[in-house]
């Protein structure tokens, strides 16, 4: 049980690392590929888009054909991405390398919490498993920007995928003598349309928000590309209300508790993603700090996330989902528009606090939001509702990403420079996350139970969802 513990987290401790390791290494990836904006967007989308289309997929497909085996396989996929990552030539391969990286991530993370779940079929058993399993995903989205600092710095930006290389081979190798291999036999089927129409769909949408910067708003391209995206999600929506398994049931969303919750959550995505993209770029094109100085200076917002969000579930069960997810929305919008007040000349003493009040809210916002969509819904539900609050986020941070980098690149077309338009994405990011703050206080029904929230570790600390982590959609023993 030890073993399976410390490989399951380590392989999500992998794949929460290079999360926020790469946005350490945007300006040198920037510098050394001779990219622009729009390169540096698809290098954080590309993996984003295929965690959040794939995610449910991942999830079934391990329950289906076996949870060692996707574990592994996903292993294989995210370890040889990297190698292709490292080894990319130009910004085209990095990308391709980044896509497969998304893969291997959608497929490990849901079999690494479902080998738990069926490890663990005792309740209490299970709550302190998947407690270390969290906590370790916390530790590799603190652990990402200090690491990509000291290895871009050391190496330059190939060593932040190299890393990943030791880590997986001691995953197979180890998991192949150790893990045993379980599996649901009355799993749903895959959802192959709504999979394909999802991604097609989502990515058409990504490629005219980054791409129209460049190409022009009104270009026939961008035009097109958006008119593909509102078509293909159209299909999307009609095929998911007809198959017999749907990979996203929309019946879900006829409980508001539901729809609110997840809507939220995409801005949470959409502000915290797409905000972070930025963090590392602004200590070092706009104050002019190393790449390992701005790593350490973004630390305050991850340790911030890593820090609270134990407490947020326990909080989410004392007060209600409406009032800890609404303060959390308040001060992380405050501590966003904050930052969009930030100058070249602002000293550090008067910028960590800003980056501290933002992780904060976004940490208390996470895990109740979750356990709101969990309580929408019946219990044999709710691993798929976790699921879909998961991807959901996801969503947000591609939209995020591509949106407040259209802001920068559209402001600079303009004239303006990079650090006003960066202002303008926070300032952006900030109100959009107030506004939604207004919204969950008026329409997200307070819970007096959140089921999902109320397992409680020894010592009385809740458990709760880690930032960014991808729970499985339906973890069965």
């Not at 001691?170 to 999979?195: K, W, Y």
């Not at 729809?259 to 930025?278: C, E, I, P, Q, R």
């Not at 009040?357 to 356990?371: E, N």
């Amino acid at each position: 049980m030890r073993a399976l513990l410390t490989l399951t987290c380590a392989g999500q401790f992998m794949v929460l690392l290079d999360n926020t390791i790469v946005g350490a290494a945007l300006p040198d990836m920037q510098q050394r590929l001779h990219t622009d904006m729009a390169g540096l967007q698809w290098i954080v989308d590309a993996y984003v888009l295929l965690v959040a289309m794939l995610l449910l997929s991942g999830g079934v497909f391990a329950d289906r054909f076996g949870r060692k085996r996707v574990f592994l396989a996903g292993v294989v996929v995210f370890t040889a991405a990297s190698v292709v990552c490292a080894l990319a030539p130009s910004i085209g391969w990095l990308i391709a390398g980044r896509v497969l990286q998304g893969v291997g991530a959608a497929a490990l993370s849901p079999a690494s919490l479902a080998l738990l779940a069926a490890a663990y079929p005792v309740p209490q058993e299970r709550v302190k498993a998947i407690g270390l399993w969290a906590g370790f995903s916390g530790i590799g989205l603190a652990a990402g920007p200090l690491a990509g600092g000291l290895l871009v710095e050391s190496f330059g930006w190939p060593a932040i995928f190299l890393v990943n290389v030791p880590i997986g081979a001691v995953l197979l190798l180890a998991g192949l003598r150790v893990l045993g291999e379980s599996r649901n036999p009355g799993a749903p089927a895959i959802d192959v349309p709504g999979t394909v129409l999802s991604v097609l769909g989502v990515g058409a949408l990504t490629y005219g928000l980054i791409e129209g910067g460049s190409r022009g708003w009104t270009s026939p391209v961008i035009l097109g590309s958006f008119a593909a995206g509102a078509v293909l999600v159209a299909a999307f929506v009609v095929v998911e209300g007809r198959v017999p398994t749907p990979m996203l049931p929309l019946r879900l969303f006829r409980q508001r508790l539901f729809t609110v919750s997840n809507t939220a959550m995409v801005v949470v995505g959409f502000a915290l993603m797409g905000s972070s993209f930025f963090f590392s770029q602004f200590f070092v094109h706009v104050q002019g700090t190393s790449i390992l100085v701005a790593g350490l200076q973004t630390l305050p917002v991850s340790l911030g996330m890593v820090i609270v969000s134990p407490y947020a579930g326990r909080l989410a069960a004392r007060y209600g989902f409406r009032v800890v997810v609404g303060t959390g929305l308040a001060l992380a919008g405050l501590g966003l528009l904050t930052l969009g007040l930030v100058h070249a000349d602002t000293g550090y003493g008067n910028v960590w606090w800003r980056l501290a009040v933002a992780g904060i809210g976004f940490a208390l916002t996470m895990s109740p939001l979750t356990g709101a969509a969990i309580q929408a819904v019946s219990p044999q539900e709710g691993g798929l509702a976790s699921g879909v609050s998961s991807t959901t986020r996801q969503i947000g941070a591609v939209l995020g990403v591509a949106v407040l980098g259209a802001i920068v690149h559209t402001r600079e077309s303009g004239g303006a420079s990079f650090e006003s338009g960066l202002n303008s994405a926070f300032l952006t990011a900030g109100a959009v996350t107030l506004a939604c703050a207004v919204f969950t206080g008026l329409w997200l029904t307070p819970g007096r139970t959140p089921r999902g929230l109320r397992a409680e570790r020894p010592g009385g600390q809740a458990v709760s969802e880690p930032p960014l982590t991808v729970p499985p959609g339906r973890p069965t023993s």
